[in-house]
């Protein structure tokens, strides 16, 4: 092959090859935290059912019927020794991402999950179904692109541009442009670009699978606590709603709450639920894709419906707390470990101490 | 939600509830190999370039343009601790899978990832460009969906049936029909055909970026030992082909391998080689999709002819080494921890040991 693309296409993967990158520069000024001891880690996969389909031959022969598996959600696990004197956790991550959101910061500091558990909590992450390494049902693209269906039903596809992610993640008033006080790493927005990757979830359906999965994956750990963002944000409820055997409580962080039937109340309020929202939320420009003041108004009234049916629900909405410049991807955010802690320390206080199941 | 309807998602979603299933059996009976010690862990990205597109705005609204990220390639490590005192190895999954290849095998027992670190090995993951966790480019989707290109050029996507798959990985000769000293696990086949996922390989361009970003990963890492199987089973020579600096070896499981120029040839000879393959390449029936016996002859003859130009190259075929009844998974198989042993083993001698670099 050519040396000038041989070396044009090494530059293009290696990035900027003469700067030492944003995430390598963190690396090296953070203190080592020692070394990470597990009881066990591995990988796993919830729920998933049998299709049978059928579709053209290998190299173009004819037509073969066979069974594929959809529906299925990969689940990632790391349990610290002692983890089972805490209740497990189950991170699932939002739109147009994966598990990586919970992992290494774009900036190259440990992640929520490794963090959590170093703090001797058993973590589980989980991608969406139809998601990253779940996989998803590729049926409908193999039947239009033989024409057997009409494009028009193609599932919408979200394909999240960077400019996108910048208002609806609420790095700044402006792209390019962050808050002041910003605390996500808008240093390393080229590698957190990197983790935005197609949403299939309009091709799911209804309920989706993952809620379903979520519920059975807390039956099969005997008992967690289900934390969801943005998207999957209120996924923990909607398990609830399924099932709620073994859900423990509930994180929900930064997304717009719907509004619910007094039964769905009452049944959520058997289970305590913490909502986190950042900084910034009437801060973005009027237009944008998401309303963010909206969302949090949305929230406050489920928090008091929650309550007012005798539940115990918490708004921890951190600029009130003194916490200021978070963005949506507050797990990512530079002071992602101190909200690590009050999480854990929610946690302590409301599942683990509680005599509620 | 209807009772009945909630009780049929569960039981789905949680498989055959009454029965344990194969992987806590097996779980249950290995013998605990004590806690994983980490120096560290993590995940980044690799490559990944920049693309302008243009889409309907959301919610319908006015088409709008902005940038995302394609052509990345998702890795996670763990590193034990003196794992620098080794080279650290790269392992690349093959069609219709993803990292998940290297993880918990399907009946539960620790697969080679966290074998190869338990063996003070550095381990680092790639999902394949356009895979699992690295995403892919779906701007023909949306293209084909809005009727600005016609459907034919929707890529072809691969969706391995459990048909298919039994038999292009020699699982048996017919479907559901196992050789005698299969060791596969098939007892666990339904929690295997969980991690098959729709393959979009068909929309690289060529050179595939995966092939990059391994060069460019092998550079990052200071030094690493390349690993493919299948589909990216000969991944490795195409990274050194591209750029071999920063390839200390290359391990190649289980693939067709190409004629290549003397040039070619001469170029992979200075990088040491093993590949491997399993058993039964002669006993899959005619008419198969794969044919793996003449696969292993092209892989003779590749190896012949680096070992002619000067180097060191090394067919390792199980049966010849009296190790009966491996599959095309041969890293999932019942005796994977043998078979990590073997690899080990040539990574010491042939890489390590060795002053080629």
């Known amino acids: ?9 090494l530059a293009v993967s290696l990035g900027v090859m003469s700067a030492t990158p944003a995430w390598a520069q963190a690396k090296s000024k953070a203190k080592d935290p020692g070394p990470l001891v597990l009881k066990s880690q591995g990988s796993f996969f919830v729920g998933g059912e049998k299709k049978t389909i ?13 069974d594929i598996t959809v529906n299925q959600m990969y689940v990632q696990y790391q349990i610290p020794p ?6 497990p ?27 959590f558990v170093r703090k001797k909590r058993s973590v589980y992450l989980a991608d969406q179904v139809s998601r990253a390494r779940s996989g998803f049902d590729a049926t ?49 927005l080229d590698e957190f670009s990197k983790q935005v990757i197609p949403d299939l979830n309009a091709l799911l359906p209804n309920p989706s699978p993952t809620w379903t999965n979520m519920a059975a994956l807390a039956v099969r750990l005997r008992g967690a606590v289900l934390m969801g963002h943005s998207e999957s944000g209120f996924f923990p409820e909607q398990a609830a709603l399924i ?9 929900s962080i930064e997304m717009p709450c719907p509004t619910l039937t007094a039964d769905q109340i ?23 894709i998401a309303n963010w003041a909206t969302s949090f108004d949305s929230c406050n009234a489920y928090v008091a419906a929650v309550n007012k049916a005798g539940g115990d629900a918490e708004m921890m909405h951190l600029p009130a707390l003194g916490i200021k410049g978070n963005s949506h991807m507050l797990m990512q955010d530079r002071n992602s470990d101190q909200l690590a802690d009050l999480v854990i320390a929610w946690i302590d206080k409301h599942v683990e101490k509680s005599a509620k199941r």
């Open 82 to 87: 002692d983890g089972d004197r805490h209740a």
């Open 243 to 251: 099932a709620p055997d073994g859900i423990r409580g509930m994180i």
């Open 266 to 288: 009452a049944k959520l309020a058997k289970i305590p639920t913490l909502v986190m929202f950042g900084d910034h939320l009437n801060d973005m420009p009027a237009g944008g």
């Open 140 to 188: 409908t693209f193999a039947d239009v692109k033989a024409g057997r269906v009409p494009p028009a039903q193609l599932p919408n596809i979200i394909n999240a541009t960077h400019q996108v992610a910048w208002s609806v993640f609420r790095f700044g008033p402006t792209f390019g442009t962050p808050f002041p006080d910003q605390q996500f790493p808008v240093e390393a």
């Open 1 to 9: 092959m050519n040396k000038q693309i041989t070396l044009a296409l």
């Open 89 to 115: 956790i189950v991170m699932v991550h939002g739109c147009c991402l994966s598990s990586k959101t919970w992992e290494t910061t774009p900036d190259g500091r440990i992640g929520w999950s490794e963090y």
């Open 54 to 66: 059928t579709q053209p031959g290998f190299g173009g022969g004819a037509p073969t019927t066979g």
